[in-house]
């Protein structure tokens, strides 16, 4: 299976069947020493860093409308040589995004921290994979959407209406797996509940909140996955908003 799926288009996505092998990447497996040597150099610029636990996919396919792949729990010192090295790596990396959208249809991102790796860059709260977004080896999408959500905004979109499929856009760099999650509050609102939590954390992941109104509405900093996306949402998809 390897990777199979096309690059550069988004794709609708009515299942996603990623499973989690127990056994180790062969990225990691078989580049310990320069992740070590990078992981050093990492932390020297910036001490801040936390080798904790994500994902990396070693198989990732489009089949049926569905996603189908397997990936394996890796060190984030693991996953920082990986950006370096991605082509021929035999790795690659999949996170999702909820696409918060607002009531007046607005969409809702965040600018990252100062002290983070993607420092400044906007896109929707989201995080890696991690061993906690999978159920009996299965990914749990939304359950890792609505964590990371609520661990860098507090907004809470477990109520929220969710779009009745997942998209995914898939780059040499990753694979993005996004939905809608529509809430009733204007945009201005949600801006403002996200800065208030921001102002209570002694060290908030994210700077601030990003409102995006329409299509030509681009902040500095945008990451480049994002602007398919935005694009996507208000030329209205292929779904009933």
């Keep these: 299976m390897s990777f199979d799926l096309p690059r550069n288009v988004i794709l609708p996505v009515d299942k996603v069947d990623v499973r989690l092998d127990p056994g180790p990447h062969p990225f990691e497996r078989d580049n310990a020493e320069a992740i070590a040597e990078n992981w050093r150099r990492e932390m020297g610029a910036n001490p801040a860093l936390f080798d904790g636990t994500v994902v990396l996919l070693s198989a990732l396919a489009y089949r049926d ?3 189908v792949g397997r990936c394996h729990a ?3 010192s693991t996953f920082m040589l990986w950006r370096k090295k991605r082509e021929a790596s035999g790795a690659e990396h999949a996170y999702a995004h909820a696409m918060l959208v607002a009531g007046d249809n607005a ?3 965040i600018r990252m921290g100062a002290h983070t790796v993607n420092a400044g860059r906007v896109y929707f709260a ?3 994979f991690e061993p906690i977004d999978f159920r009996d080896g299965l990914v749990d999408v939304d359950f890792n959407m609505i964590r990371e959500v609520r ?3 507090a907004i809470d979109l477990s109520g929220a209406e969710r779009g009745r499929r997942y998209h995914a856009l898939s780059t040499p760099s990753g694979t993005v797996i996004f939905r809608r999650y529509r809430v009733n509050e204007p945009a201005d609102e949600i801006a403002r509940r996200i800065r208030a939590f921001v102002a209570t954390e002694a060290e908030p992941e994210i700077e ?3 409102v995006i109104r ?3 509405d681009l902040p500095d900093g945008l990451m480049g996955h994002m602007k398919p996306l935005i694009e996507w949402h208000f030329t209205g998809g292929d779904e009933v908003p």
Excluded: C, N, Q
């Design 65 to 67: 409308g569905g996603l």
């Design 74 to 76: 890796v060190k984030y």
């Design 107 to 109: 969409l809702v991102a």
């Design 126 to 128: 989201a995080g890696s």
């Design 151 to 153: 661990e860098e905004t």
């Design 208 to 210: 601030a909140p990003v």
């Design 214 to 216: 329409d299509a030509t």
